[in-house]
């Protein structure tokens, strides 16, 4: 069972508004050491193959900046591994990735796909990256997972949370239980346990409560109440109320 509840914190979305108007500002190197300074426990980036967000150069200038792990989220690609070979950051978090889709849909292939991630996680691993495959709650998924050698998973947890807002109870309440079972099922394995993915003050209790959890990553909910009220009012907010539901 996990002691303390971690929040990595995902900074993509200020490179994302960096982006949209070219130039340095805001400054995602910036953004990760706020984050650090409210009480992150880790930081999290995914360079993206069209590096619509996160550019090569802030992998490292954030590793650089920040005294906690970075959490660098990355495709299956060799390109990535490659990069990620070169940075060896804390952690690596493998996820699926669609050039046409606007943030990861779903859940990493990892059943259909068990030679190929085998070999590629395993070079990560030994370069001494801690290794998580991002994957839905899906029993098929997390035995493939735990077979593969991958030492944490985390639980994509968009479903749940996109039905919280829709006001969709009986959707939400379904998609709840299916990642608390995963929960359950991936702690009994022995894996570590983290789960991401459209968390806000209202969905994340839930989860937050449950022991086996290590580590939840929460990005563009963040960073957009930030607007409003700061980042470190923001986490801060986030830590409460994971604080509290594990309380």
Known sequence: MAGHLRLGVNIDH??????????????????????EGAGADGITAHLREDRRHIRDADIAAIMDAITIPLNF????TDEMQGIALSHRPHAACIVPERREERTT????????DQNRLSHFI????????RVSLF????????TAAHRIGAPVIEI???????AAAEGDTATRDAELARILDGI???????????????LTYDTVGPIAARPEVAELNIG??????AVFVGLPAAIARMRAAMDAARA
Do not use: W
């Not at 500002?25 to 050491?33: F, G, T, Y």
């Not at 849909?105 to 259909?112: D, F, H, K, S």
């Not at 395993?122 to 001494?128: Q, R, V, Y």
């Not at 563009?220 to 109440?225: A, S, T």
């Open 14 to 35: 200020v490179a994302t508004l960096r982006n949209a108007r070219g130039g340095a500002l805001p400054d995602p190197v910036q953004a990760a050491q706020v984050a």
């Open 135 to 142: 994957i839905a709650a899906d029993p098929a998924q997390i």
């Open 184 to 198: 359950k099922q991936a702690a009994d394995l022995g894996l570590e346990v983290h789960v991401g993915h459209g």
């Open 73 to 76: 989220e990355m495709a299956a």
């Open 156 to 162: 994509h947890s968009g479903a749940y949370c996109d």
């Open 122 to 129: 395993g070079h990560l691993s030994d370069a001494g990256i």
């Open 105 to 112: 849909e779903g859940g990493l292939e990892v059943a259909g």
């Open 220 to 225: 563009h909910f963040l960073i957009g109440d």
